[in-house]
């Protein structure tokens, strides 16, 4: 396997990153199997763990430090902080309180000392980023944490953090997560740019557009499955289910299954370090490291880009994140008497 650079860290990391997030009663509740997939994904030769402290109300980080037992040494181990890990409200979020609060108990679920990536999972809007910034400098300078990153962020927050780091004297995020795959190519335009001016390492998620570029959802068929019961309503849009029918044949082409040509595709732009793999079974890896020497010819991708322009979304994931100008109207709306008065 051909590793790459975690942007300007010296860190060396495999193209596609092993996601965590179906390890625990979410997905695959079984922690003897689940050590064996994350087993058999080292023993392939990725050397890259991405889970989070929420994932499975942080049953998936017990499991992945099962798994390391005796190894973590030849991985480079990646969780993240920010969603709810219970009613508490000041259990969530970004801020300085909460950030270094929760690595000891990230640390301790992982059984290790140190995370050579820790990341805020989504922006929040309610914590100024210098303390977000300066609260993972601590984690840095204590020795807990050797590089912090950020995920979803949008380009221009991206920006700020960078200027804020800067001024401040404060550790600089060195790596974004942000969402990509054939289906969902917003990122080209902004993000992706940001992100390789400040030398930053791009983990991409969902390479698969939620499932959809497995070749296992088609247009007029039933998609009642695990995913689609659970909320997801954009494996049911028609424009990402059109877009799936214009693929298939673009794959079949070029003689590989869809879900290698989705994977193959997310790891082949420049601005992309890893591409994050989130198997539930064992079928699912083997089925994602059997395409893992695939690359894409440019007649491929110039036929990839003929169905989905670069830098668009065909339409919107649902577990995107918005920020509070789109989620909240009255951001967006001036107050009733200056509306009446207009």
Known sequence: MQYRNLGRTGIKVSPYALGAMMFGAVGN????????????????????????????????????????????????????VHLPMGDDPNRRGNSRRWVIAEV??????????????????????DTDIEDTLAAM??????????AIGSST???????????????????RFRVEQPPYSILDRGIERDVLPVAQQYGMGTLVWSPLAGGLLTGRYRKGQDNDTHRTRFGFRHMRDERRLDAVEQLLPIAQDAGIPLNHLA???????????????????????????????????????????AVVPPGVDVSRLDVAY?????QQAALRRRPEVQRAAA
């Open 263 to 305: 994977l193959a595709f997310a790891v082949s732009h420049p601005g992309v370090t890893s591409a994050i793999i989130g198997p539930r079974t064992m079928e699912h890896l083997d089925s994602a490291l059997a395409g893992a020497d695939v690359v894409l010819s440019d007649e491929v991708l110039d036929r990839i880009d």
């Open 322 to 326: 918005d920020p509070p100008a789109i």
């Open 104 to 125: 000891e108990n990230s640390l301790r679920r992982l059984q290790t000392d140190y995370l050579d990536l820790y990341q805020i999972h989504r922006p929040d809007p």
């Open 153 to 171: 962020m949008p380009a221009a927050e991206m920006v700020e953090a960078q200027w804020v780091a800067e001024r401040r004297g404060l550790e």
């Open 29 to 80: 509740p079984d922690h003897d199997d689940s050590i064996k997939i994350i087993h058999k994904a080292l023993d392939a030769g990725i050397n890259f763990i991405d889970t989070a402290d929420a994932y499975s109300d942080g049953e998936s980080e017990e499991i992945v430090g099962k798994a390391l037992k005796g190894r973590r040494d030849d991985v480079v181990l990646a969780t993240k």
């Open 137 to 146: 400098t601590y984690l840095v300078r204590s020795g807990k944490v050797r």
